[in-house]
């Protein structure tokens, strides 16, 4: 079992910065393949941002260029900093850990991200 404990968000304008960290209590953080997932009500939950075990990175074209995500894997920690914020990143951001081996996939409680002046 994998718990992961988000925190970061919060009420910000339009333009500004806010950075999430999410804490994974695992054994072997640096084999997980680590991601920031966002929903608004009545949509999907979309794929942000990822970041593999090797360090590779991808991301949803809309905050390309605009967010950036990172691992300490001393640290057991994923983070997403995001600069630049407009009023549609909105959403409640979910961090997700994924086993690539086994396939599954483990998800924290949500943290809230408002965008709005």
């Known amino acids: 079992q994998v718990q992961l404990v988000e925190s970061g968000g919060g009420l910000v304008q339009p333009g500004g910065s806010l950075r999430l960290s999410c804490a994974a209590a695992?054994?072997?953080?640096?084999?997980?393949?680590m991601g920031w997932y966002r929903q608004v009500p009545g949509k999907p939950r979309e794929l942000a941002a990822r970041?593999?075990?090797?360090?590779?990175?991808y991301y949803m074209d809309s905050v390309k260029d605009r967010f950036t995500i990172s691992r300490d894997n001393a640290k057991n920690t994923v983070y997403l900093q995001m600069n630049s914020l407009k009023p549609e990143d909105t959403a409640v951001y979910f961090c997700?850990?994924?086993?690539?081996?086994?396939?599954?996939?483990?998800w924290g409680q949500g943290t809230q991200v408002t965008v709005s002046s």
């Open positions: 695992v054994t072997i953080f640096s084999g997980f393949t």
């Open positions: 970041i593999f075990r090797d360090g590779a990175t």
């Open positions: 997700n850990a994924l086993n690539p081996v086994r396939g599954s996939n483990y």
